[in-house]
């Protein structure tokens, strides 16, 4: 009797560690290609209608080739929203963020998680993402993000307005611009701007620098990672802008600004006319197909600096990026979702096709389920450039590119004057933050 | 037990009671406030010591927060460029939009108990103002003061007159929210209203007995009686100076249009060229868009110190001016 008692506690035993091994084996292999738990996961996306239906759309896909894993996803959501609730512990499973400059700040406080070893089981690379989406995801050298969708920058023109002034092509580099914007100027008998070639006003629209400045192949930092606005590049820009601000005179620029209906709106001054060249984001040709189909634009790479030909073709570009909050509570088959919607090519291109944003891997821009409108294949071209650059991902977040123009709305604006010394001084207060940043932190 | 020592413990037994009373008083002093104590404690007390805390720490509010010292307050008064710019902003609206407030609310107030007909009126049109939620208000002044397509420059344009940039303007944008907050002053103006109406009507005859004009029955009759409510008015709005935020939040970002970068909506706090980056967006700015809540908070330590420092001074100094009425002295 004690030996079958024995035997069978050795059994229970075994059987108890069995199944408790086991249980841990399809715990700690349940994030790669193999099935998951059933689970119900939440997704939170900055998206609204009508971008969100599209959304939806690719993760029922996901759904169906995921059976047991119901995702319920809610959108018009901000980074807000996401820090309160990783503070507050209800985070979702799976986060998209629209600001990818906000990787500084989920990566190493540690509040998207590292998603290496997922990425390594399943064999994911990092080097199926273009250089800029692989940088601006993660952050030294830790990847708590995909990019998912990207927004490229170039140029719009309106084809209307340039024949008339007699051009054919949309100009390559600046001095081209220059001329070919003061051409199209148009101003009424009281001087008053009625269609303005092309607008430099600071931070008006798209003008700001992280979306000039690849033109002039100008960089952010230096090989140390100090901030490195002070370089001929940088000035070379900004005289540009300040040049051609001050043909138009500030305080009209000012005026027709006011005047010139807000960004995301059917008054868009290029949408209506009122601008004839314009640096703006791909997403600009769904907008025009819906609001005003009847425009006649072309889009391009935007110009380059005279002695930078050799980037012509290339931009700048940021995008959209989607982790796993710490919080979630379904890891493995957030990851799954996480993985989906930032590596499949279909998946990425069928969102492309509906949100009209760039497609994040190398494979999805050359998906055959790819289908451009007219003008986009610029945005796509822009965006596989290979000198098409990124900001850079730092601890303080967009501070850096905010610094920045805060000095240079006041250089454009004549109330500084000394431009190198604005420069410098920009990248010390930018190197003060950063190292505020750092305070306290173990060697 | 005998009749003289019942006698020597009676006065034991009643001091006994009498404390128990006490006790049972102060409990039940202690429970009628027990729910603004617990208020007062966990949205007041709590949050203040935990800045506090956090201003010696760097906290960006999703990794437990850092020891630094006193790094946070070297930065900000040896590193940090905007904070400077910030406080000139907002020491500027307080010199003002503060008297001009205090001015505009009191001359109002004086008219209205002036008035004879049409009293009712003119308190709902003056009063209305007060009741228009902050962000509202100030879309519709930045609409109405659009250099180009609003209603003050258009009409201005049809006199001839090119008018100003407004809130697109470094000159023009404080002035401009001096203007939003002059157009708000209802809430002070109906104290105001309240404390003219109070000044004893003897006074008045007196002075006038004596031979005092209207100005001289203001200088020397008005504006002593009502003093004490001068003096609130004017702690109240040096307070809600150094707090100023939502209106610049919003002026700034409308009129500053939209820039966008890393996909998502730029901010234009301070627009234009920082004019509007009042102490209080600067610090909402380094807690909120920068994750800077360490930092952020030693800002609002130095925001309480000033506003303690500058109520005290006030309310110091109005001595001199500040007559209560059936006071000592």
């Known amino acids: 009797m004690r030996r079958v008692l024995l035997a069978f506690g050795v059994l229970l035993m075994l059987t108890v560690t069995g199944c408790g091994g086991s249980s841990k084996s399809a715990s700690s292999t349940s994030s790669s290609t193999t099935k998951v738990q059933p689970a119900n996961i939440t997704i939170w996306t900055p998206f609204v209608d009508p971008e969100l239906i599209t959304f939806k759309k690719v993760v029922k896909d996901f759904e169906t080739k995921n059976p047991g894993i119901h995702v319920k996803v809610i959108g018009g959501t901000n980074d807000d929203k996401i820090v309160a609730a990783i503070r507050g512990g209800n985070a979702p499973d799976v986060a998209q963020s629209f600001t990818s400059d906000n990787t500084g700040v989920f990566c190493p406080s540690g509040a998207w998680i590292d998603l290496g070893s997922y990425m390594q089981k399943d064999g994911v690379k990092d080097s199926i993402f273009p250089a800029a989406p692989r940088d601006y995801s993660k952050f030294e050298g830790k990847r708590c993000a995909l990019p998912m969708l990207a927004d490229a920058y170039g140029l719009y023109y309106n084809k209307t307005l340039l024949a008339k002034a007699g051009y054919k092509s949309p100009p390559k580099t600046i001095s081209e611009l220059t001329a070919m914007a003061k051409r199209l100027t148009q101003r009424d008998s009281s001087g008053k701007l009625k269609v303005v070639g092309f607008n430099p006003f600071p931070s008006w629209y798209e003008n700001v620098p992280a979306h000039f400045g690849p033109s002039w192949g100008a960089n952010w930092v230096d090989g140390g990672g100090n901030s490195n606005l002070n370089t001929p590049a940088w000035a070379d820009q900004l005289r540009w802008q300040k040049s051609l601000i001050d043909w138009y005179g500030y305080d009209n620029l000012v005026r027709f600004n006011a005047g010139a209906g807000d960004e995301f709106s059917a008054s868009n001054a290029f949408e209506t006319g009122k601008v004839a060249m314009h640096m703006d984001g791909e997403w600009r040709v769904a907008f025009l197909k819906r609001e005003h189909p009847e425009l006649k634009y072309g889009t391009a790479p935007f110009p380059v600096a005279d002695d930078k030909a050799d980037l012509y073709g290339a931009g700048y570009t940021t995008g959209s990026i989607i982790g796993i909050p710490k919080t979630s509570k379904h890891k493995d088959q957030a990851w799954l979702l996480v993985k989906y919607l930032g590596t499949n090519p279909t998946a990425l291109a069928e969102l492309s096709n509906g949100i009209q944003n760039v497609p994040t891997t190398s494979a999805s821009l050359k998906s055959p389920v790819l289908k451009p409108l007219p003008g986009f294949q610029t945005f796509l071209d822009v965006f596989g450039n290979k000198n098409t650059t990124t900001t850079p991902i730092t601890r303080i977040g967009a501070a850096n590119q905010e610094t920045f123009q805060s000095f240079i709305a006041k250089y454009l604006s004549g109330s500084k004057k000394d431009l190198e010394g604005g420069l410098k001084n920009t990248d010390e207060q930018i190197d003060a933050m950063e190292k505020q940043a750092e305070a306290g932190q173990a060697p | ?329």
């Open chain 2, 1 to 329: 037990m005998s009749a003289a020592a019942a006698e020597a413990t009676r006065p034991v037994d009643r001091s006994r009671a009498k404390s128990r009373a006490a006790w049972r008083r102060r409990g039940i002093v202690l429970a009628f406030m027990s729910p603004w104590l617990v208020g007062f404690s966990v949205f007041f007390g709590y949050p203040l010591v935990m800045s506090a805390y956090l201003s010696f720490t760097h906290y960006d509010l999703l990794s437990p927060p850092r020891w630094v010292g006193l790094d946070n307050y070297r930065f900000m008064f040896g590193t940090d460029q905007q904070v400077w710019p910030a406080v000139k902003n907002t020491l500027w609206f307080i010199a003002i939009a503060v008297p001009l407030q205090v001015l505009f609310a009191l001359g109002i107030a004086i008219m209205l108990s002036r008035a004879r007909r049409g009293v009712g009126v003119f308190r709902t049109v003056f009063y209305l103002p007060a009741l228009a939620p902050p962000v509202a208000a100030t879309l519709g002044f930045v609409y109405l003061l659009n250099p180009a397509t609003g209603p003050v420059n258009t009409i201005l344009g049809k006199l001839g007159i090119q008018g100003p940039l407004w809130f697109d303007s470094p000159e023009w944008s404080k002035p401009s929210l001096t203007l939003l907050a002059i157009w708000g002053v209802g809430n002070t103006m109906i104290i105001f209203l309240a404390a003219v109406i109070d000044v004893p009507k003897h006074l008045y005859e007196s002075a006038e007995l004596d031979g005092a004009g209207i100005f001289s029955r203001l200088r020397f009759v008005t504006l002593p009686t009502i003093s004490p409510v001068i003096l609130f008015a004017v702690v109240i709005g040096v307070i809600e100076g150094l707090q100023y935020f939502t209106q610049a939040y919003v002026a700034a970002n409308v009129a500053g249009g939209s820039a966008t970068y890393s996909a998502e909506q730029a901010n234009k706090l301070g627009y234009p060229e920082d004019s509007t980056l009042f102490y209080p967006v600067l610090l909402y700015q380094q807690g909120f868009r920068y994750f800077n809540m360490g930092y952020a908070s030693a800002m609002a330590m130095l925001l309480l110190a000033v506003s303690f420092a500058v109520t005290f001074l006030i309310v110091r100094h109005s001595r001199r001016f500040v007559h209560y009425q059936g006071a000592a002295r």
